[in-house]
């Protein structure tokens, strides 16, 4: 297994991500996730996992 497969299999955890995405496309994805949560649910990022 690649290890862009298994980063997405990690994230699947928490995220719904398709899997066989580019890294490129993978960081993208994050990048716009992590930004949304922080202007508009950041106690949702900070929140502990269950």
């Known amino acids: ?7 997405i299999k ?3 955890k ?3 991500v398709a899997d ?3 890294e490129e496309r993978l960081r993208e994805l994050m990048v716009n996730s992590f930004a949304y949560l922080i202007e508009e649910d950041f106690s949702k990022l ?3 996992p269950v």
């Open 1 to 7: 297994m690649s290890d862009i497969n298994s980063l």
């Open 10 to 12: 990690m994230i699947n």
């Open 14 to 16: 928490d995220f719904e």
């Open 20 to 22: 066989g995405l580019s």
């Open 46 to 48: 900070l929140q502990d």
